[in-house]
């Protein structure tokens, strides 16, 4: 049976945390557990830093999406499409 740390978090935990973190959803304490562990693992670092190019590069993407009536009348379009082939 595993002991569960009170300070030290595994490399599972720490990707959900740095995940969270990536949105601001991360309580400060799992901040500190995840740069805790971010300073010696290097799988957790690797995990980090590919998070934060994603991010960076999404952002500079400048990604626009679909308003809801684009939406419902590509979805309309889908349907008379299938219905077509039946």
Same mark, same amino acid.
């Given at each position: 049976?595993?002991?569960?740390?009170?300070?030290?978090?595994?490399?599972? $935990?720490?990707?959900?945390?740095?995940?969270?973190?990536?949105?601001?959803?991360? /309580?400060?304490? $799992? /901040?500190?557990?995840?740069?805790?562990?971010?300073?010696?693992?290097?799988? /957790?670092?690797?995990?980090?830093?590919?998070?934060?190019?994603?991010? $960076? /590069?999404?952002?500079?993407?400048?990604?626009?999406?679909?308003?809801?009536? $684009?939406?419902?009348?590509?979805?309309?379009?889908?349907?008379?499409?299938?219905?077509?082939?039946?």
């Amino acid at each position: 049976m595993k002991h569960k740390s009170f300070l030290f978090i595994s490399c599972d $935990e720490a990707k959900h945390i740095c995940d969270k973190a990536q949105y601001h959803e991360a /309580t400060s304490w $799992e /901040t500190f557990k995840l740069k805790l562990r971010y300073v010696w693992c290097r799988i /957790t670092r690797a995990y980090v830093n590919k998070n934060i190019k994603l991010t $960076e /590069t999404i952002k500079k993407a400048n990604v626009s999406c679909l308003n809801q009536s $684009e939406k419902q009348v590509l979805r309309k379009k889908l349907q008379n499409q299938l219905k077509n082939q039946q």
